[in-house]
């Protein structure tokens, strides 16, 4: 069957046919898809898990019981799940074992530009590297055999462009995989320091092994031409670049397993051209291993370890080496400045009266990751900071510690529901144990929001949106030792400075959950859109500061957008003047 | 057979992602090489979004970049500005006339910029702009921008509109696929 799929869901039917019987993965741009289409799939177990250590753990058990397995993850995600990672490349698997993990150059949704292929060097596991849909497929697929035959978990690196561009898939049967049986063997699974001592060598041995895989598999091939001016070793998408801008006119050595690397291969292209060029987004990691070889190659003085390339970068960097690298093409003519459009909280989005309410007492904010982050920007510049998943709970302890009262009583944590469950729970015992009157607000919107709507253990269905088990936030916070714990509906801007204040003036730690589900869920009705009365707005822009996308100024009067505008009432709340209203208004 | 780009330009939540996926499955069903870019994430809550389809005999970069596109779909009018410098000479931009304040203009930072299609004109860009909510709105619902975009661009690859029809058929759900008829329809003919 010929289809156009994103590289994700290439991934997801290369894991689905080669025999894939469980997938455990956390949400993540660019990762998440993986796991969705994945969960289309009725005959394997899939699941949303509340963090990616807890999914690569239940791949790894799965493993164990003799199931190939799989979790999927952005790159950050990586971090959180490393220390299973580097302990499996000891143990290796029973079932096959992929760990697909997706890069953003450029952050495109995300707090750093990380490169996981320093993961795959650290645990010394190998790693795949695609550059499109079918090859993602292809990868995907073989990832399991790979990973039995030289006992590893095995990393399939994606990245955004690779994860979200489509082109056609042939795709295949799914392969029956039978379980293999369950023995228990000591010495390889269980990693005290007696049985991992021995351990250790065989993962030295099987880097060699996988070396031979480099030098002669599949996965890295070389495009030779009758030119040899120069040569290009590429991977990943920058082989797509090199190849729009040369097409056949360069030789090309394309590496899809970037550990380990090869190097008979990659001296033998060297010594077959008179200049080697590297590219590759991010990192240099090819680059210096081609340096290790003692070979003269040029990369990073080229192009930039920072954010992602194009055909127009392979291009200007050619043309300004002096390299022929055909015509620069030409725009029809100057262009009229615009201004910006970044990304905000949309129309109705339950956060903006919590952070209104925080704006408005001049409140210090310790952040974290997910939709709300949004609430950085202008005009309601709220936060003070985001590190990572659960920093702000963490984080707002070891401010308070530092500064004591000073701070405590002006200062919150936000975090949203996921988040929560993802790293926000150890924070929040961090809090009570150790004692500092820090403030917590769970943005509680009753959905995964920014990663495009997932189930979560506090939404009480699970990824099939089939009714699951619900964790009870306000019974949670109270057990991990949080005994001022009450809810608030942010559309509600009274009752949520009530409720901010008096649990900023308590004298102990507190919890305030400020719960209404996102607006973008299907079961969240629109009202009514609200309407300005023209005669009794002042133009005082009072509204304004919601930085609500519904809300306009034009003309020295507040305006509403009816197409955007979902009637959540915040911004009437707010007119001095009774100007906002419904219908009757 | 050259490769030819399109560039589907708007504002994150518009529907450029459907759109994409329309052109891409009508395209593939052609038997073309086909590359499709998408955006997903942050960046489409309410942010400037930016789709690629390139199709043609063998297509590598899935990116479009400067000079390079012969068609740009935008979905909203400053939209069209932000894009255009990746237009190719002799290429066209198909530009909806709606406007839809990004936050600097929200705020009071900056100013919505006028005659901003004029000025592309000037500068001798090829701009067929059309006014694509009043169509979408007659169709069923203002969120059926994207398709009668879509219905007014079908006529410039010279395909039959048989099968883009199909391609609709494929891509959008039953239950709105009579909206989306009539949306496409109502594009078709504004040319």
């Given amino acids: 069957m010929k289809k156009l799929l994103i590289g994700n869901e290439a991934v997801a039917w290369g894991l689905y046919n080669g025999g894939l019987g469980l997938v455990s993965s956390y949400p993540g741009t660019p990762s ?6 994945l969960a289309t799939h009725d005959d394997i177990h899939a699941e949303w898990a509340p963090n990616e250590k807890v999914a690569m753990e239940a791949a790894f058990g ?3 019981a003799g199931m190939r397995s799989a979790c999927a993850m952005k790159h950050v995600g990586l971090n959180v799940a490393a220390d299973p990672l580097f302990t499996l490349s000891y143990t290796g698997v029973t079932g096959g074992l992929v760990v697909c993990v997706a890069d953003d150059p450029a952050m495109h949704s995300s707090q750093n530009e990380q490169d996981s292929r320093h993961y795959a060097v650290a645990a010394k596991v190998p790693m795949l590297e695609p550059a499109d849909s079918a090859e993602a497929y292809a990868f995907a697929k073989s990832a399991f055999a790979l990973s039995e035959e030289y006992d590893t978990p095995v990393l399939l690196r994606m990245c955004t462009r690779i994860a979200h561009s489509q082109c056609v898939v042939d795709i295949g049967e799914r392969e029956a995989v039978p379980m293999k049986d369950y023995v228990k063997q000591p010495e390889k699974y269980i990693m005290m320091p007696g049985y991992a001592k021995k351990r250790h060598p065989l993962v030295e041995e099987r880097t060699e092994k996988l070396r031979a895989v480099a030098e002669n598999g599949p996965y890295n091939r070389v495009e030779m031409t009758d030119n040899r001016e120069f040569g290009i070793i590429t991977s990943g998408c920058s082989y797509l670049y090199v190849k729009e801008v040369f097409g056949d006119r360069v030789p090309v050595l394309k590496i899809g397993m970037p550990n380990p690397l090869p190097e008979k291969l990659i001296r033998d292209f060297a010594a077959s051209v008179k200049k080697l060029y590297v590219i590759e987004e991010l990192d240099p990691i090819l680059e210096n291993h081609v340096k290790s ?13 920072i954010g992602e390339f194009s055909q127009k970068t392979i291009r200007d960097a050619f043309l300004a080496e002096g390299i022929d690298a055909g015509p620069v093409p030409e725009t029809c003519g100057a262009v009229p400045a615009v201004p910006g459009r970044p990304p905000m909280m949309c129309a109705g989005c339950p956060h903006r009266g919590m952070y209104y309410t925080l704006v408005k007492n001049k409140i210090t904010v310790l952040g ?19 590190l990572c998943m659960g920093a702000s709970i963490s984080g707002i302890h070891g401010f308070n510690a530092a500064r004591g009262k000073e701070t405590e009583g002006k200062t919150v944590a936000v975090i949203g529901d996921s988040t929560f469950m993802h790293s926000g729970m150890t924070g929040l015992v961090n809090v009570a144990y150790n004692a500092t009157n820090s403030t917590v607000i769970i943005l509680d919107n009753s959905i995964t929001g920014m990663t495009g709507h997932q189930q979560n253990p506090t939404t009480g269905y699970n990824i099939k949106g089939d009714p699951a088990s619900k964790v ?3 019974a949670l916070c109270k057990a991990l030792g ?7 509906d942010p559309y509600d801007l009274k009752a949520c400075e009530e409720a901010v204040l008096e649990e900023l003036a308590a004298e102990e730690p507190s919890v305030i959950i400020s719960r209404r589900p996102c607006v973008l869920l299907k079961y969240v009705k629109a009202k009514a859109p609200l309407k300005v009365d023209p005669a009794k707005c002042r133009g005082c822009r009072k509204c304004m500061k919601l930085g609500c996308p519904a809300v306009s100024f034009r003309e020295g009067k507040a305006r509403i957008d009816a197409t955007l505008c979902v009637g959540c009432g915040v911004c009437e709340q707010l007119c001095a003047f009774s100007a906002i209203g419904g219908e009757e208004a | 057979m050259k490769t ?9 939540g518009q529907g450029s992602l459907l759109a994409s996926r329309l052109l891409g499955t009508l395209l593939t069903d052609e038997g073309y090489d086909v590359k499709v870019s998408e955006v997903h994430g942050m960046s489409q809550r309410g942010g400037s979004v930016v789709t690629y389809v390139r199709y043609g005999e063998k297509v590598y970069s899935p990116i479009v970049t400067e000079g390079e596109c012969d068609y740009i779909i935008s979905f909203e009018k400053l939209e069209a500005a932000r894009y255009a410098s990746c237009l190719r000479k002799g290429g066209k931009i198909i530009v909806n006339t709606q406007e839809i304040d990004p936050m600097p203009v929200i705020i009071g930072a900056a100013a919505y910029p006028e005659g901003i299609l004029e000025e592309l004109k000037a500068a001798g860009y090829d701009v067929a702009d059309f006014d694509a909510l009043t169509p979408a709105v007659e169709a069923g619902s203002a969120k059926a921008v994207n398709i009668v975009l879509m219905g007014y661009f079908a006529g410039c690859l010279g395909l039959p509109r048989e099968k883009w029809e199909k391609a609709l058929e494929k891509v959008i759900k039953p239950k709105f696929l009579e909206m989306n008829r009539k949306a496409f329809a109502l594009g078709w003919e504004a040319v």
């Fill in chain 1, 472 to 474: 009870d936030l306000e």
């Fill in chain 1, 293 to 305: 070889l003692g070979l003269e190659v040029t990369g990073k003085k080229l192009f930039s370890a």
């Fill in chain 1, 62 to 64: 799965a493993s164990l």
């Fill in chain 1, 482 to 488: 949080i005994r001022r714990v009450r809810v608030v």
């Fill in chain 1, 32 to 37: 998440t898809e993986i796991t969705e289409f």
């Fill in chain 1, 368 to 386: 974290d990751i997910g939709c709300y982050t949004l609430g950085a920007v202008p005009p309601l510049n709220a936060l003070d900071s985001t």
């Fill in chain 2, 4 to 12: 030819t780009s399109v560039m589907i330009v708007g504002v994150g």
